[in-house]
């Protein structure tokens, strides 16, 4: 299999592949970038169909968390580890803990978090083996969960594009559309409709449709008519890819406010986002409030500093929507222009 050469390769500094035949455990750990600090990132277990496309999910989302922890002013760099494997079925704590001596084996180049496939509780199984697992610090305000903080992050970025672009501060009467009520969809809904929002929601799976639509007063609609419907603001919480020139092309909304990791089908999309006079908060800007909370969880910190550094996701956003509008380049390319400054020293 060819690293240097692969598509999704960055001059990442570290590739590992990790291998224990006791325990059945095969997993790849990429560190990207730690010119600000350590790397952190979540570890995700997945049935991968190849190491192939192992490989290529490991050095893009690893590339990611370089940019996520920059723009979100942390002292940390960028990686990830993927375990091949069905987390289900192959997840034992033989396999975790065989993990947790390969992190602990790359020094602190490499801080692991949950992920797909993984929990606080198999977090506190590898930390038995590495002091480089986080999300396991007893006393954290949700039990390790970032979900919430998350959800406050994104509140806060989508008032920041609201002001932005259609120049309102008071949420009242705001019309919101929410795909996926889950960890995230769910708080974030909370926070909006203390705040007079109507929103509209959708979700796959009843139990979370019927907590919103019951406790908060949510319209629910069929999760393939949340595009089309008559909104100011459009927040995917649910799966990436959901921006593509098909749902662009039915969505009223003027803003693109969510939680939801890689929402542009193609990165070429934050061009067409623009040219239909619709102002994006970029997904790993939007949503950098849980890595923020897993860096105080492990670095210590105040509920405080805590609150004040996911609120300051509201000014970064100010300061890219302002530069996008002067340059004319879309909030996307901006975004990560300013992460570059940052990481690349
Ligand atoms: P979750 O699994 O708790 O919630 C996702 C919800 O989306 C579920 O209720 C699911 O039923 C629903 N869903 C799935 N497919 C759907 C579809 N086609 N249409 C409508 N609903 C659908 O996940 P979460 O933790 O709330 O995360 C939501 C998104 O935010 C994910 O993309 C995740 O990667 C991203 N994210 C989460 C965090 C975090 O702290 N949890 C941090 C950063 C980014």
Not at 3 to 31: C, M, P, R, T
Not at 207 to 220: I, Q
């Amino acid at each position: 299999m060819s690293v240097f050469s692969h598509l999704e390769f960055d001059n990442h500094e570290k590739v590992v592949f990790v291998e224990d035949e006791q325990s059945g455990l095969k997993a790849i750990i990429a560190v990207h970038n730690t010119n600000l600090g350590p790397s952190l990132g979540g570890c995700r277990m997945w049935p991968y169909e190849s190491d192939e496309e192992a490989l290529t999910d490991v050095l893009r989302l690893s590339r990611g968390m370089t940019y996520k922890s920059a723009i979100a002013g942390l002292p940390l760099g960028g990686g990830k580890c993927v375990i091949i494997g069905d987390h289900r079925k192959d997840k034992t704590p033989e396999l975790l803990r065989a993990l947790g001596r390969a992190i602990e084996g790359l020094s602190g180049a490499y801080i692991t978090a949950e992920d797909s496939g993984t929990s606080v509780a198999d977090m506190v199984t590898i930390g038995e083996c590495t002091q480089y697992a986080s999300g396991v610090v007893k006393g954290s305000e949700h039990g390790g969960d970032p979900s919430p903080s998350t959800a406050y992050g994104v509140f806060i970025g989508l008032k920041a594009a609201v002001k932005h672009k259609l120049r309102r501060t008071d949420l009242r009467g705001l019309k919101v559309a929410v795909q996926g009520v889950g960890n995230v969809g769910f708080h974030l809904c909370k926070y909006l409709q203390a705040e007079g929002v109507e929103l509209t929601v959708t979700d796959i799976f009843p139990a979370n449709v019927e907590r919103v639509v019951t406790e908060l007063g949510a319209k629910f609609v069929a999760h393939e008519d949340i595009y089309t419907v008559d909104v100011d603001v459009f927040a995917p919480c649910a799966m990436g890819g959901v921006i593509n020139e098909e749902t662009l092309s039915q969505l009223k909304a003027k803003v693109i406010a969510g939680a939801a990791n890689n929402q542009l089908a193609r990165s070429e999309i934050s061009q067409l986002i623009l040219s239909n006079d619709i102002l994006y908060a970029p997904d790993y800007v939007i949503n950098a409030g849980g890595i923020i909370d897993i860096a105080y969880q492990r670095n210590g910190g105040g509920t405080d500093d805590l609150k004040a550094h996911i609120e300051s996701i509201g000014t970064i956003l100010t300061s890219i929507f302002e530069r996008a509008d002067k340059t004319g380049y879309s909030t996307e390319i901006v975004a990560n222009q300013i992460a570059q400054e940052r990481f690349k020293n």
